[in-house]
């Protein structure tokens, strides 16, 4: 058994006030959540012990995360249908008038023709002259009407 593992399974016998004590000692600066159950403290102190040894959420993820507080906050709901995450070093290809056409996702926008844009939308017009939808023009997105 590695130490990790002992460590997670030393969660199942620990009291409410070992469970207390050992979130406070793992996640300085954040208040213990009123009403957490000892139940819900094991689980978030075995999500921070395994993100400390493997590695947390990527960047993107936690942008997303940020997106959906705020439409939360403002809507009161989330639609995580309309969320579509590109992977970076993804390559996006459009067939357009006979040419192909490549993008790369990074991890702050995308790369076309050795140029850096923020918006599929802005290499879309790019290669359209015109005014398109980034994500429905490269495949990511149907136009209304068509199943969704």
Not at 55 to 67: I, M, S, W
Not at 88 to 102: D, E, F, I, N, T
Request: proline share 5%; charged share 25%; glycine share 10%.
């Amino acid at each position: 058994m590695t130490h990790i593992d002992e460590q997670l399974a030393g969660l199942e016998t620990m009291s409410p006030a070992r469970l207390r004590a050992e979130w406070k000692r793992l996640h300085r600066g954040q208040a213990l959540l009123n009403g957490m159950t000892p139940s819900q403290m094991k689980r978030a102190i075995a999500w921070r012990l395994q993100e400390k040894l493997y590695g947390g959420l990527p960047p993107a993820r936690l942008r997303e995360l940020d997106r959906f507080t705020e439409q939360l906050a403002k809507e009161g709901n989330i639609d995580i249908g309309q969320s579509q995450s590109l992977k970076p070093g993804s390559r996006l290809v459009r067939h357009w008038h006979g040419k192909a056409y490549c993008v790369t996702v990074l991890e702050e926008g995308f790369e076309f023709e050795d140029r850096h844009f923020s918006s599929l939308t802005q290499i879309a017009r790019e290669i359209t002259g015109a005014a398109w939808s980034g994500p429905r023009f490269f495949g990511l997105k149907s136009r209304p009407g068509d199943g969704e």
